[in-house]
């Protein structure tokens, strides 16, 4: 069982820079990949990045690549997304998530992760 808590959100200018933090409890956490999603009103919630459990392989969806950076810290137990060049559509609630498989090629799917935080809201500003 593995508890997920997303802190560090809020209202920033465009242009601006965010980091989220994705706390986690159990001691599993090294054993799990993590992504982060995110959904805006009205829209499905998509991809936005995702980091292997060892943190040597990063996958990023094409709208934030370059801007947005996933990484972790097993001994924390805390994943991070540093958010930069904001724009107003990254605007939605941002979730984090733990997959329990280490040998997937894909973690882009939101349907295969095991547990979810209660997200945390980005809003960007015009």
């Known amino acids: 069982q593995v508890q997920l808590v997303e802190s560090g959100g809020g209202l920033v200018q465009a242009g601006g820079s965010l980091r989220l933090s994705c706390a986690a409890s159990g001691r599993t956490f090294s054993s799990y990949a993590m992504g982060w999603f995110r959904q805006a009103p009205g829209k499905e919630r998509e991809f936005v990045a995702a980091?292997?459990?060892?943190?040597?392989?990063?996958t990023y969806a094409d709208s934030v690549k370059g801007r947005f950076t996933i990484s972790r810290d097993n001994a924390k137990t805390t994943v991070y997304l540093q958010m930069n060049s904001l724009k107003p559509e990254d605007t939605a609630v941002y979730y984090c998530?733990?997959?329990?498989?280490?040998?997937?090629?894909?973690?882009?799917?939101?349907?295969?992760?095991?547990?979810w935080g209660q997200g945390t809201q980005v809003t960007v500003s015009s």
């Open positions: 980091i292997s459990w060892s943190g040597r392989s990063t």
């Open positions: 998530a733990a997959d329990a498989d280490r040998d997937r090629l894909d973690y882009t799917d939101y349907t295969i992760y095991n547990y």
